[in-house]
């Protein structure tokens, strides 16, 4: 295990003792890496308001604030006040379903999927009818379910695997992190998801500290990235991870398919088989998270964004008109 996250799964070890709760979304560093980006996409008046609700001295990267929703979900007291937020996490659309003129990825009707709980606590988080405290949780599943939609195995399934967390992986030999049969794991035996989850962003990281790389990711977005990424679309940016999930995730490099089969032992996951062919999404994702994660919480805390990017639209789709019509 990384050593600066320690503290935190201890502490998350002790939340969750005694169940037997699946693998966890990016885990904290990946969760940190995405908010410290959207930090730096933040408009005045966002922050503004943003440090009235957390607090003047804190961050919406530090790891309690970002993975609080998942300390929470197998928490006797907030069973009640968030019934059923486990399943806010994820939404299952089924990476087998064949693709022809009938195929469709249609979210939970009742929004209680990752879809439906980013829309409603972007809307309480803008509401000026809520307490204060009832901001605060706002903010923090705002924070944590924008990074989970955007790990590709919270969007997708095959084969009833639950994300991948049924499909064991027996080692993983990346250049930087690594782990085998004998390494003691927080979470119990390690699974495609839990890769993904956490093994991926530890090879990424390497020995750099998650807001530095989050600074690395941020000096790669381009102005195109960035205009193309910041939008408020949630369901196709969970169209968009399943498609990756689909085509990449659940396949080797090669093309084929990676083993579906629940048994044990598990594959075996190296640099050259896997694990450096998909480093390139694992980064893209984080930095996709960081813009709309910015994007959301400029929505909802900011009067004068949504009005400068509605009269940008305006003069763009204006201009569009006119070349048609010159045509």
């Known amino acids: ?11 998350l070890v002790l939340i969750l003792v005694g169940t037997a709760a699946p693998a966890l979304a990016w885990g904290p560093e990946g969760h940190e890496i995405i908010a410290a980006i959207a930090e730096s996409y933040l408009t005045p008046m ?20 970002s993975s609080w929703a998942d300390h929470i979900r197998y928490m006797k007291e907030y069973k009640s006040v968030y019934p059923g937020n486990g399943n806010w996490h994820f939404v299952d659309f089924n990476v087998t379903e064949r693709y022809d003129e009938n195929f469709e990825l249609r979210p939970d009707p009742n929004g209680n ?3 439906g709980a980013i829309r409603r606590w972007t809307d309480e988080l803008a509401s000026n009818k809520i307490p204060l405290e009832h901001k605060l949780d706002a903010v923090r599943f705002v924070v944590h379910l924008v990074g989970d939609i955007h790990q590709p195995l919270h969007c997708a ?15 993983f030999q990346g250049r930087n992190y690594s782990f085998d049969a004998e390494t003691m794991m927080d979470f119990g035996q390690p699974s495609i998801h839990s890769v993904w989850d956490e093994s991926m962003v530890y090879e990424l990281l390497g020995s750099t500290r998650p807001r530095i790389m989050a600074r690395k990711l941020q000096k790669e977005i381009t102005d ?45 996951l190296t640099s050259e088989n896997y694990i450096d062919a998909r480093l390139p999404l694992v980064r893209e994702q984080l930095k996709k998270g960081g813009v709309r994660l910015a994007y959301m919480i400029n929505s909802a805390l900011d009067p004068d964004f949504l009005a400068e990017k509605t009269a940008a639209r305006q003069k763009s789709a204006e ?6 019509a010159e045509k």
Do not use: C
Not at 319 to 324: D, F, G, I, L, T
């Open 113 to 115: 999927d990752v879809i």
């Open 224 to 268: 195109d990235e960035f205009r193309k990424w910041s939008n408020d679309n949630i369901l196709q940016w969970a169209i968009d991870s399943y498609w990756r999930a689909r085509k990449e995730v659940y396949r080797w490099p090669n093309g084929d398919p990676l083993p579906w089969k629940w048994a044990r032992p598990g594959m075996d």
């Open 1 to 11: 295990m990384k050593p600066t996250s320690l503290i935190l799964h201890l502490i």
């Open 157 to 171: 399934y095959r084969y009833g695997d639950m994300g991948g967390n049924m499909i064991p992986v027996h080692s």
């Open 46 to 65: 966002a922050k503004e308001q943003l440090q009235a609700i957390i607090g003047s001295t804190k961050r919406i990267a530090d790891p309690e604030l």
């Open 319 to 324: 201009k569009a008109e006119e070349k048609a």
